[in-house]
């Protein structure tokens, strides 16, 4: 048998049942084998290799299974580097493989030549030039199981004509992948109850690793009396308006979880390697709980390291800790999230000439399904989401440590290739829409009916406010206007242009239904991604000053701050 079908039937052996990319000359032959496998394998062609690689971040982050993308060497290769970090950044098990020039060429600096060990050196936790049809069947096993077991990205770079080569043997083709329990030690389970017995105001910061366990770590949040702060990966973890919820922390976050940090005696890390130290707590002794060991004290100084999943670990934590009597603290953060829902009420419900970005996210309310997948881009538009979208049992994909603009389309188109049977709703920025719109075509070639919802404020608006914030003029942060509604239908979906809320929930109800993709052009006004009613001349600084500045200065917001609900209670 060719080489190359040897590799549809590993693919097959690993229930790959789809591979994003796009053909070409370094690949002929093994696009070729794929399309003799299509009953088994779809290739999905989209119109630029980012997207493909793109696509197949968000499919392993959404399922958990490994992902494969195809491409030529050279250019091709080179387009995929931003999905390949992402997956890498946000630890999604990817397999790639792309093209090479001949190998009886290889090193000449040829046409398309790359050296593409060496370009893909950074990204990929492994990462081999295959010289032979012979390597190739055990070196896309290594690559699988290397991409499972180490949660990264794999990348095997093949010359054309060795997909060509004959192989007789079905040599290594094990499938295995062994599954085993982590879990911390005796000692370091009782150093951890000892400091939760002796917090008097604990606070838990939930993040991916924590979203399989929402039934534990309520039990355990509740034994304890932590309210609970959740990192953007995070979201979802527990319903925004679960009464332990304080929601997201951070820039883009909330007041009472920002405010419940700065008061904390102990920081709980479950699942999460929050990046923004200068968000955590400065003087508070923290426990962190992570399946990664290597993770564990490395954003954050701990005092305790367990090692183990969210889930059992804080199942076992509920069933050993003493019952937390004083709840107060729980409670006045709980208040300061009523606060905060009545604050949030108030600002979406304020009269407005203009649709705002607040607006948006809140009409979505009654369009998304409980199950829905949200797929979420890079920019304001994330902060309008984390903090005005109350999710209920929703999935959230982002790409939350590479951050790039453009996550959001590919990342939807993914899920609902994996997910048919259930709502999927992209919500991006048009810069972030803009970099990637020419894949909106291959929504509509795939008969992937999803909404694209664009908060088009003719700006790349972050960037603007981060500019003035540094008291500079923003520069080159417009974006002209552009119709994105005749776009959808030039392509083959269907688009609305909106610009009040009664025109929105009227394009929402037409998308409920719709058997093509949908594009709903939202014209929002721009406004700075800031919390309460603060005036951006006001601000500082763009992160924790802009908070502090903030909550210290009573009245600029209609909410009292904790220190005032905990003077109070305590
Ligand atoms: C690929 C990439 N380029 C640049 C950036 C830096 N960046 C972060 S947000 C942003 C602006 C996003 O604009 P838009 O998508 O219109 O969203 P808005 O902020 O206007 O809601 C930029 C340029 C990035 N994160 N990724
Ligand atoms: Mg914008």
């Known amino acids: 048998m060719k080489a190359s079908v040897a590799v549809t039937e590993i693919l097959e052996d690993w229930n790959i049942n789809h591979v994003y990319g796009y053909p070409g000359d370094s690949v002929n032959n093994l696009i070729e084998s794929l399309r003799k496998s299509e009953n088994n394998i779809d290739f999905i062609q989209v119109r630029h290799e980012e997207v493909a690689a793109l696509s197949a971040s968000a499919e392993a982050k959404f399922t958990d299974n490994v992902s494969v993308c195809v ?78 077991d180490q949660k990264g990205v794999a990348v095997l770079s093949v010359p054309d004509d060795v997909f060509l080569d004959s192989v007789n043997q079905k040599s290594l083709r094990s499938t295995i992948v062994p599954e085993f329990n982590i879990f911390p030690t005796r000692d370091n389970m009782d150093q951890a109850i000892s400091h939760l017995e002796q917090a008097k105001k604990p606070v838990i910061l939930a993040g991916k690793g924590a979203l399989d366990a929402r039934e ?33 922390l951070g820039q883009i976050g909330t007041k009472p979880a920002y405010e419940a940090m700065e008061e904390t005696d102990l920081l709980i890390l479950a699942g999460t390697c929050f990046p923004y130290r200068e968000f955590l707590p400065d003087n508070a002794s923290a426990i962190q709980i992570d399946i990664s060991p290597d993770k564990l004290g490395k954003w954050y100084p ?50 407005n000439d203009r649709l705002l970005g607040a607006h948006v996210i809140n009409g979505l309310h009654d369009f998304i399904d409980d199950d ?26 982002i790409s939350s440590w590479l951050a790039t603009m453009g996550c959001g389309l590919p990342g939807a188109i993914a899920a609902k290739l994996n997910a048919p049977d259930k709502q999927v709703v992209a919500i991006c920025g048009d810069g972030g829409f803009s970099m990637v719109m020419q894949d909106f075509m291959t929504a509509v070639k795939y008969q992937l009916p999803i ?24 520069y080159q942060t417009d974006l002209q ?22 025109e929105l929930s009227d394009a929402l109800q037409s998308a409920k239904n719709s058997s093509v993709p949908i594009i709903i052009d939202a014209q929002i006004e721009d406004s700075a991604p800031l919390p309460g009613k603060i005036e951006w001349s006001q601000a500082v ?30």
Request: hydrophobic residues 40%.
């Open 372 to 397: 829905a997948i949200l797929s979420v881009d890079v920019g304001n538009v994330t902060t309008w989401t984390a903090r005005f979208l109350r999710m209920t049992n929703q999935q959230f994909i």
């Open 71 to 148: 491409s030529i060497g050279g250019p091709g290769a080179i387009h995929l580097l931003n999905g390949m970090y992402d997956a890498k950044k946000d630890s999604a098990p990817m397999v790639v493989i792309t093209g090479q020039i001949s190998h009886d060429l290889l090193g000449t600096d040829n046409f398309q030549e790359v050296t593409l060990e060496r370009m893909f050196d950074d990204v990929a936790i492994l990462n081999r030039r295959v010289t032979s049809g012979k390597q190739l069947q055990p070196l896309l096993k290594q690559a699988f199981k290397e991409a499972y």
């Open 481 to 502: 206007p552009f119709n994105y509604a005749t776009f959808a239908e030039a392509s083959g979906g269907r688009g609305f242009s909106v610009g009040s809320t009664d």
């Open 541 to 570: 600084q763009y992160s924790k000053h802009l908070w502090k500045k903030m909550i210290e200065n009573e009245g600029q917001m209609d909410m009292p701050p904790l220190k005032t609900v905990l003077k109070r209670l305590f």
């Open 216 to 248: 534990e770590l309520v039990a355990f949040a509740d034994k304890i009396a932590a309210p609970v702060v959740v990192s953007l990966r995070g979201k979802g973890v527990l319903p925004d308006e679960h009464r332990l919820n304080l929601g997201n």
């Open 451 to 474: 909404t694209v919802i664009i908060l088009n404020n003719e700006k790349i608006g972050m960037i603007k406010y981060e500019q003035e914030e540094l008291g500079n003029i923003p």
């Open 302 to 351: 701990v005092n305790v390291g367990l090692a183990g999943t969210v889930k059992e670990v804080s199942q076992h934590l509920t069933e050993q800790v003493a019952d937390q009597n004083n709840r107060n603290y729980l409670k006045a953060c709980q208040e300061n999230m009523d606060n905060w829902w009545t604050h949030i009420d108030n600002m979406v419900n304020a009269e």
